[in-house]
């Protein structure tokens, strides 16, 4: 059965890091494009990061000097390394594998930025 399990969501303080893990289980991890997504309250599901096939990354124009991603396709890995964290991103990070017209959610992590 295909599963996709965050962890390293946390509380931090306004200019802390985390970095967020996923691990993937039941699929051909290698294969799928990785992404991640985030979705604060009462604001819609948007990217964040994705490490395609093919290595190749993409990013959200606006997170891209802050947040970092990148896979292990041994450990059927992905991570998303966040630093100079803002009340802003403050979320629930969803990770997505994506093959073709297959796509895999994962129940996501809760990520709070706060003083």
């Known amino acids: 059965q295909a599963q996709l399990v965050e962890s390293g969501g946390d509380s931090v303080q306004p200019g802390g890091s985390l970095r967020l893990s996923c691990a993937a289980s039941?699929?051909?991890?290698?294969?799928?494009?990785l992404a991640w997504y985030r979705q604060a309250p009462g604001k819609e599901r948007e990217l964040v990061a994705r490490?395609?096939?093919?290595?190749?990354?993409d990013y959200s124009d606006s997170l891209q000097r802050r947040f970092t991603t990148s896979k292990d396709n041994a450990k059927k890995e992905v991570y998303l390394q966040m630093n100079n964290l803002k009340p802003e991103d403050t979320a629930v990070y969803c990770c997505?594998?994506?093959?073709?017209?297959?796509?895999?959610w994962g129940q996501g992590t809760q990520v709070t930025v706060t003083s």
């Open positions: 997505n594998a994506l093959l073709e017209t297959r796509g895999i």
């Open positions: 490490v395609r096939a093919n290595q190749r990354l």
């Open positions: 039941g699929i051909s991890f290698s294969f799928y494009a």
